[in-house]
């Protein structure tokens, strides 16, 4: 029965994708000659290999460590799983002098900075919030306590796109002889406004390869995205807003399109209500700060009706709900201001509108702190 249960390990092994003689798991460098055997009972794996296992290792299904039994003879090398192995074992062939079996943990991040300017993470994740321009440098300090970091397993991507240290996106620079701490400074170069995800990932060389993950968030948008409604969204609605209406009743027809013909731009925002009770929006959550005073510029034309609010909320509730004058009827692109005062609040929205029959048109629209 041991040589069927051995062989039942094997084509497990083999369909595993494991390498050695169909069953030592390939590993990045520093390499290490090691797999894993699950099986019922004591087993005895023989396979070919160049010399004596120095210094074999087995872990139990207890995390334990101790010996492997190995016996050598004509380039084989016959591995002596005990019953108390309990059913699942890693085998390590040739421990290295380097390798330290006592590592649970993986790699910590010891330091992360955008242009000299230093974030705490918290669970993995460092903001640096909304920046006027891309941060010419973030550089992430990894270390490890017990183990060398594995190069060869570095993932750096940029809203899931993956960076290349060959056309100089980003740079590592080993900080001791160990190969335990390093830094990756990476180069975010010339960005489009967006909101942005940088990821850097790494395993430790240990037998369990413990791998650390890092998010960086920063976003280029100014404080009213997409104010120019040059990108689309869904169907008709531009990038970074929602649309839609508030209290229709039967009768209500309306349409709210990223048209083409803008000020500046290819394309403008058009809300065109035709029919019964009208509430024609379009919305977009922003980040403002209690105490400050905004002022929200831009151009309109088309008929009149069209206006602006700010609405907050705190607690379930509208804190504000403010509303601009409404916009005279107009045939040429008319500038716009509107300056309110902002109180603590948990959400806050800016909202574009009419509720008049007729074709709104608003482009170019900001919002800024008053200066």
């Known amino acids: 029965m041991r040589g069927l249960r051995v062989l039942l390990i094997l084509a497990a092994l083999i369909s595993a994708g494991a390498l050695a003689c169909g069953i030592a798991a390939a590993q ?10 699950v099986t019922t ?8 290999f160049p010399r004596a296992p120095e210094s074999p290792m087995l872990r139990d299904a207890d995390r334990q460590w101790m010996p492997c039994e190995v016996a050598y003879a004509d380039g084989k090398a016959t591995l002596v799983i005990p019953a108390e192995a309990g ?3 890693v085998v390590l062939l040739e421990k290295p002098e380097w390798l330290n079996l006592q590592d649970d943990a993986p790699p910590a991040v010891t330091g992360v900075s955008a242009d000299a300017v230093n974030l705490e993470p918290v669970e993995g994740t460092a903001d640096l919030g909304r920046v006027d321009a891309p941060p010419q440098v973030i550089m992430v300090n990894v270390a490890d306590e017990d183990n060398p970091l594995d190069l060869a397993s570095l993932l750096v991507m940029l809203n899931g796109s993956l960076l290349s240290q060959d056309t100089g996106d980003y740079s590592v620079q080993r900080d001791d002889e160990a190969g335990r701490s390093l830094t990756v400074s990476v180069l975010p170069g010339d960005l489009p406004e967006e909101d942005y995800t940088l990821e850097v990932q790494i395993t430790d060389a240990s037998v369990d390869r413990w791998p650390m993950k890092l998010a960086v968030s920063f976003s280029t948008e100014p404080l009213l995205a997409n104010g120019s409604f040059e990108r689309a969204g869904d169907e008709k609605c531009p990038a970074k807003w929602s649309c839609g209406d508030w209290g229709s009743d039967a009768e209500t027809k309306y349409e709210i399109a990223r048209t083409e013909g803008g000020r500046t731009g290819d394309y403008c925002l ?20 209690a105490g400050q005073t905004y002022v929200l510029r831009g151009y309109h034309r088309g008929a009149g009706g069209g206006y602006a609010s700010m609405i907050s909320r705190a607690g379930g509730e509208d804190v504000q709900y ?4 409404r916009l005279p009827a107009s045939e040429d692109w008319t500038p716009f201001e509107w300056e309110f005062a902002v109180e603590q609040h948990d959400s806050a929205m800016i909202v574009l509108r009419t509720t008049s029959k007729g074709q709104i048109y608003f482009d170019d629209v900001t919002l800024e702190p008053k200066q």
Do not use: W
């Open 28 to 37: 990045e460098a520093p390499a290490l000659r090691q797999f894993t055997i």
């Open 41 to 48: 009972g004591p087993a005895e794996i023989t396979l070919p």
């Open 87 to 89: 059913g699942r074992a």
């Open 270 to 289: 058009m809300l065109h209500g035709s029919a019964g009770k009208l509430n024609v929006i379009c919305y977009q959550y922003v980040d403002l700060i």
């Open 322 to 325: 403010l509303n601009m004058s």
